[in-house]
């Protein structure tokens, strides 16, 4: 299609340098720095180190936390005025309501219930209900370029036509496990931060968030327009930069094809800049093999320091600025350029015209992100390829507490559960040593599901992109992280356990192993974090070119499942996944799959919803349709209610399976049910055990439904070619 013009209507911006355009506009051309030394929360010992507190946030351990309470601002800020609300939420994020729980595991409260702001989807479903948002809430962490990405992803919503209006940003707090975290890697400079400066020594850990109101609706006063976004991921290393720059380059590339400009066509780069030695270096050495020469750049992270997930949005906010008032924002605290990067950045603000910007942003597992934002004057030809709904399946994988596909297959096949804990020395013995010397149970069964699905198609080359669903992220290391911690004082963080802590974490672990350099995103969305996955590399994946690894996996935790999981009880855990090998390939494909409904707030009317969406009963009813019902635990009665209305809407006569009765609660089993739903349809036939009768033939045509009931109801589509 036609590439559409897609508008930021209104932005809202929390950070250090203060609230709203006007504070932030007058904060850089003070060239103010709000870096200061932590007063957010006490320490037991030792001089607090500086970091980038939001003063005019008060300072409270009441409902909502405090990364709630700094997205809710953005958010008010951006659609105040507005008429109408958000088709959609996107939000970056990497901690949740981290903060939050550290004070109450310090505690030791034990009730599930003060937990429940913990998980980050709580966040984007916090905003939904705010704005009055029907539609997804979709969260996005691939840690330090979670807003980007969110930012990016939704621009692909909007053109493709699955929203009109989209409400996009990132949120982070600060907390003790990003503030120790950070220190443990010895990437702290204890001077503040010194973007692109001689004697950097490191970033100031901070907080904010920052929020776009997007829209293909052409605003009467647009603040300015997002015009492209690129992503990759270096596939290198858990936490340094290729020293090349290689994977930043690639996304600053992708991002200007995107936008269809050209280097010479940027007037101003906001530069990820984040102070530490390696990062900035690989970020200039990129920027130089792609600008000859470089245009106007600079960092302002030595004025606001790193907000981690909020950064890109805020950053984003910040371009949008540079565009609409002519601005190009200094490098605060950089005094004496490092002459190895072979340019010298904008020292101090200065008023100019600026017509394009290029901002970028890089994170650990090397996410990289990179936005245009410009007024639209400047722009050449270009078109976006019309991606299919669907996806092409050709491969896949699952782990349950019963094994890998083939066990899990007999098990189910004869009626039997598959729930349960594989046990940990099951998952070393089929993984390399060297692999998972440094990582833990997550990462390791994504790493043993991405080799499963690859391996399953025969042959196929490793995919680009990796794209992963996890509704709690990697519990060991965050709980390990927390526990280390308190127990010595806050003296020996575990600088592994902070690295492997972060949700995307496990989805770089494999784009490390199968040099995949393509997109890279990890969603969470609690109990539909499968389903955002499959949302977003429908979304993302080019129409040609690229094939991609989809996961959903969970770990079982014997302390945090149960106090974060609403449907997990005391004694009765389980977790594994499943993953699939998809690209566009639809004549090849075995299976076709799309997500094809995603409703939340608890209408009467979602089932009805869905069923238009899914083509209305005639087409439903004119093909042999199965449907697997997951119902969380903590939601059954609700989900009980949203599948019988569906089932008399469509025929009561339709096979079910319950699916979480054989696989176990935990967040991602409606990734084992996909992979079941390919197996189902490849083998021609289900289990009659499973749905308490005759076996279900399926032919040319038939269709699987995999229904997510609850606080959202959702559609994953699967069908046979």
Known sequence: MSQGAVFIAAAGIVSPLGCGLEETDAALRAQRSAIAPLDVFSLLQGTPLPTGQVKSLANTESMPPRAHRLARKAAEMAMAGQAQPPDTIVLGCTTGGILTTEELLRRQESSPAAYQAHGLQSLAEDIATLCQCSGPALTVSTACSSGAVAIALALNLLRTGQARRVLAGGVDSLSRLTYYGFHSLQLVDRNGCRPLDVTRQGLAVAEGAGMLLLTIDPPEKPLAMLLGAGLSCDAYHPTAPHPEGKGARAAMEAALEDAGLTPSDIDYINLHGTGTPDNDLAETRAINALFSPPPPLSSIKGATGHSLAASGA????????????????????????????????????????????????????????????????????????????????????????????????????????????????????????????????????????????????????????????????????????????????????????????????????????????????????????????????????????????????????????????????????????????????????????????????????????????????????????????????????????????????????????????FTGEFASASAVAAVMAVQSLEAGAFPGSLVGGQEVPLSTGSRILVLGTGQCLTAMEFQRP
Not at 390 to 417: E, M, R
Not at 477 to 488: A, H, I, K, V, Y
Request: hydrophobic share 40%; glycine share 12%.
């Open 314 to 661: 805020i950053e984003a906010v910040v371009a949008s600025l540079c565009v609409s008032r002519g601005l190009v924002p200094g490098t605060v605290g950089c005094t004496q350029p490092d002459p190895a990067f072979g340019i010298t950045p904008q020292m101090s603000c200065v008023e100019q015209p600026v017509g394009t910007v290029l901002s970028n942003s890089f994170g650990f597992g090397g996410n990289n992100g990179c936005l245009v934002i410009g007024d639209g004057k400047t722009q050449h030809s270009t078109t976006v390829p019309q991606a299919s709904g669907y996806l092409a399946v050709h491969g896949s994988g699952c782990l349950t507490g019963a094994g890998l596909l083939p066990v899990t297959l007999q098990h189910l096949q004869k009626g039997l559960s598959a729930a349960g804990l594989l046990p940990d020395a099951f998952l070393a013995e089929h993984l390399p040593p060297r692999l998972i010397r440094r990582v833990k149970r997550l990462a390791r069964l994504a790493l043993l599901l991405g080799q499963e699905a690859v391996d399953d198609t025969q042959g196929k080359e490793n995919p680009a992109a990796v794209f992963m669903g996890t509704g709690w992220g990697a519990l060991s290391e965050t709980w390990d992280f927390l526990d280390r911690l308190t127990s010595s004082g806050e003296q020996f963080p575990s600088p592994t356990d902070f690295v492997g802590s972060v949700h995307n974490s496990p989805a770089g672990q494999v784009a490390v192993r199968l040099q995949a350099r393509g997109a890279n995103v990890t969603a969470s969305g609690g109990d539909y974090s499968f389903e955002q996955a499959l949302f977003t590399a429908q979304t993302l994946l080019p129409a040609t070119g690229q094939s991609a690894l989809l996961i959903g996996a969970d770990e079982g935790h014997a302390q945090f499942s149960r106090l974060l999981d609403r449907s997990v009880e005391t004694g009765n855990l389980a977790d594994g996944g499943g993953a699939l090998y998809v690209n566009r390939d639809c004549a090849q494909a075995r299976c076709l799959a799309r997500l094809a409904f995603y409703g939340r707030g608890g209408g009467h009317d979602l089932p009805e919803q869905m069923l238009a969406a899914l083509g209305g009963v005639d087409s439903l009813r004119q093909q042999p349709l199965l449907v697997f019902a997951g119902i969380p635990a903590a939601d059954r009665e609700v989900g009980d209610e949203q599948l019988s209305r569906f089932l008399d809407l469509v025929g009561e006569s339709t096979p079910v399976w319950r699916y979480r009765s």
